[in-house]
């Protein structure tokens, strides 16, 4: 029966046993969850990890970027769909990533390939509110916080890693507030405190 063979397909993809996970809590100056924070580990410790390359979007609707904020992997390309009816004119400044999409409309033909780690502050050269973010990382192992400032880091070979914790608050050239992370193959906890103030989630 195809029943069944729709019920045996959801059986393989289940997730592989023994994938332990990484809860790190991100905190503000005050102790107040931060939400919508950058979290992710680099491997310092020689550990080959996977490359989980995917393509990225950050869409411009009702003359705003979403999501305002994004964390790729190194080698990312992201598209910049426009789901506006007027025209955007998408542009970065920052060093990890200087370009810009000149005056579009609809979905553009290629991606902008994001192959440099940091901070790279998107805006629009015809509406200056417009403003978002991507976190530019050297690993496979990233997310962004809940709003209980909780974000699970999952599938993380064993080995020594710098965590990291970025916050679009931060000043401009601020670095990820970062300590060490000895992960050995079995679910943990970690805590980040930042010395900005959290912001409610838009
Ligand atoms: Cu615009």
């Known amino acids: 029966m195809l029943a069944g063979a729709v019920i045996l397909t959801a059986f393989a993809a289940a997730p592989h046993a023994g994938a332990a996970t990484v ?11 931060v939400p919508n924070a950058v979290v992710y580990a680099e491997p310092t410790g ?4 996977p490359k989980s390359i995917r393509q990225a979007e950050v869409e411009q609707k009702d003359i705003r970027f979403f999501p305002l904020v994004s964390v790729v992997q190194v080698g990312t390309p992201i598209l910049f769909p426009n789901h506006d009816k007027v025209r955007h004119h998408v542009y970065s400044f920052s060093p990890a990533k200087t370009f810009e999409l000149k005056l579009y409309s609809g979905v553009p033909t290629s991606p902008v390939l994001f192959d440099k780690a940091g901070t790279v502050v998107l ?12 976190q530019v990382v050297n690993t496979p192992y990233f997310g962004k916080t809940g709003m209980d ?7 993380l070979v ?3 890693y710098a965590l990291k914790a970025w ?9 990820a507030v970062e300590q060490p992370l000895n992960y050995q193959g079995a679910d943990m906890t970690a805590s980040v405190t930042l010395s900005v103030k959290a912001v409610p989630v838009e």
């Open 23 to 33: 809860t790190v809590q991100v905190l503000d100056a005050a102790g107040a969850p």
């Open 46 to 49: 020689g550990q080959a990890v």
């Open 123 to 134: 805006g629009c050269n015809i509406h200056d509110q417009m403003v978002a973010y991507v």
């Open 149 to 155: 400032g909780r974000v699970r880091l999952d599938g």
């Open 158 to 160: 064993g080995g020594k």
């Open 167 to 175: 916050y679009f608050k931060m000043a401009p050239n601020e670095a």
